[in-house]
């Protein structure tokens, strides 16, 4: 039973390197040491937000999807607050797994959000290369504990569709799928799941796009649905890219809206 426990795990690992899940986390953290000046201010905006919602919250689970590098969330002002804490991510960092270990009521889990998107346009990969119809089932969904006081959608709404779009394009050169109707069911399906009355939810709304001299040249929205309306909610930008790494000639900010529900 260990051996394949460790089978599982290395070809876990195998498919989230294959996919790009491995390179695009590091990547998160490459970009905020070079912007960090510019991050932090939405980073702030991200923590405070989640501690004014959970003043209104029962305090037994708290269970928070798209954990990450933890940059955005006031980490020990949950785990001194809730019984128990459970951060949820496709990975882990060990980095970050070192850092929480000193508290004993947080848990991870290696989890993919989506609800199986990535498992199943990882197997259907040899139908993709040859650009074959393939259906994308609609009961594709994750499920959040029934006995969680808190969910927090951590800045990950708008990017769960990206790199499964990635990797799908880079399978093949043209295909049968509508990227856009795919982009609209991973978001329905995360933003349903999310209870109401218990939810935080924080995300991109819009992509501004400026060129060197900090002038619009485009603006591109990145919520393909509706968004609960909410007892209270608040607006701040996002300077995600001043150096034009992201883009070669031009600066990349979003437009951030945070909502509790």
């Not at 501690?51 to 919250?57: A, H, M, P, V, Y």
Request: charged content about 25%; glycine content about 4%.
């Amino acid at each position: 039973m260990k051996s394949e426990n460790i089978i599982k795990q290395l070809q876990t690992k195998l498919r989230l390197y294959r996919m790009g899940y491995s390179s695009d986390q590091q990547g998160i953290l490459n970009r905020y040491l070079r912007e960090k000046s510019s991050w932090d201010d939405h980073l702030n905006h991200s923590r405070q937000f989640i501690l004014k919602s959970l003043e209104n919250k029962e305090k037994g689970k708290v269970v928070v999807l798209g954990s990450g590098w933890l940059l955005d969330l006031p980490i020990h002002e949950l785990a001194t607050q809730f019984k128990q804490v459970v951060l949820v991510d496709i990975k882990h960092p060990a980095q970050i797994l070192k850092k929480i270990s000193k508290y004993s009521n947080i848990i991870t889990q290696n989890e993919d959000i989506t609800g199986g998107m990535i498992d199943f346009f990882y197997y259907n990969r040899k139908n993709l290369k040859q650009n074959k119809p393939i259906i994308i089932p609609e009961n594709i969904h994750f499920s959040v504990s029934k006995d969680a006081d808190f969910v927090i959608s951590l800045n990950i709404l708008c990017q769960l569709h990206i790199i499964l779009i990635d990797y799908i394009k880079s399978l093949s050169g043209k295909t049968a799928i509508d990227f856009s109707a795919l982009e609209k069911q991973i978001q329905h399906s995360h933003i349903s799941m999310l209870p109401k009355g218990k939810s935080c939810l924080i995300t991109d709304i819009e992509e501004e796009i400026l060129n060197p001299d900090n002038e619009l040249i485009g603006i591109n929205p990145l919520i393909r649905v509706d968004l609960p309306e909410g007892n209270f909610s608040q607006h701040w930008q996002w300077k995600f890219d001043t150096q034009m790494t992201y883009r070669e000639d031009a600066k990349t900010y979003f437009n951030t809206k945070a909502i509790d529900f």
